[in-house]
T-cell receptor
Framework: KNEVEQSPQNLTAQEGEFITINCSYS?????LHWLQQHPGGGIVSLFM???GKKKHGRLIATINIQEKHSSLHITASHPRDSAVYIC??????????FGKGTKLSVKP | ETGVTQSPTHLIKTRGQQVTLRCSSQ?????VSWYQQALGQGPQFIFQ???????GRGNFPPRFSGLQFPNYSSELNVNALELDDSALYLC?????????????FGEGSRLTVL
């Protein structure tokens, strides 16, 4: 079993829909990152969380430390949101442990 | 634009050869980490450098080695290349060690080993 599990693996949505991507982890962490990866490989950091909730534009990230679970929400989704979204937790060495990613496709 | 640049963007090597990948960190960032991402998988942590010293390493053999320079640019060296080393190699810089600072990723170097 992977230390970081994401669901769903693939997600197709219509433009305007509300989207939720989930991340569960089994190790103790000091922080959790949500990342966005576009085709070609470049990764952009969206959020870093250690507790509670953060919001940036149409993106919202939440974390529940007790339940070892985090969610990334996208409101009013748009085709330009199409990308792979990756959850990564900060392990005991300060290294990142990544999930396999959720591939999101938003159709116009 | 993250301010982190990697070179080369693509390269092809043959089994047994050696490769050096380079990463120029964002100005002022003293921590750099390297990751290997196989096709269809999430990135895997290779190692992290802080102020020119390795301060964390993932489950990779010694033929994966690195350097960080005084200007905080960094290199990843892989010796005795194997077919399974074919992957996207990503570096990320941060102003804080321990993974608790914002991360800035480069676009990656895609290595193909034939």
């Amino acid at each position: 079993k992977n230390e970081v599990e994401q669901s769903p693996q693939n997600l197709t949505a219509q433009e305007g829909e509300f989207i939720t991507i989930n991340c569960s982890y089994s190790v103790g962490i000091s922080a959790l990152h949500w990342l966005q990866q576009h085709p070609g490989g470049g990764i952009v950091s969206l959020f870093m969380l250690s507790s509670g909730k953060k919001k940036h534009g149409r993106l919202i990230a939440t974390i529940n430390i007790q339940e070892k679970h985090s969610s990334l929400h996208i409101t009013a989704s748009h085709p330009r949101d199409s990308a792979v979204y990756i959850c990564a937790v900060v392990g005991s060495q300060g290294n990142l442990i990544f999930g396999k990613g959720t591939k999101l496709s938003v159709k116009p | 634009e993250t301010g982190v640049t990697q070179s080369p963007t693509h390269l092809i090597k043959t089994r047994g050869q050696q490769v050096t990948l380079r990463c120029s960190s964002q100005s002022g960032h003293n921590t750099v980490s390297w990751y290997q991402q196989a096709l269809g998988q999430g990135p895997q942590f290779i190692f992290q450098y802080y102020r020119e010293e390795e301060n964390g390493r993932g489950n990779f053999p010694p033929r994966f080695s690195g350097l960080q320079f005084p200007n905080y640019s960094s290199e990843l060296n892989v010796n005795a290349l194997e077919l399974d080393d074919s992957a996207l190699y990503l570096c990320a810089s941060s102003s804080e060690t321990g993974g608790t600072g914002e991360l800035f990723f480069g676009e990656g170097s895609r290595l193909t080993v034939l």
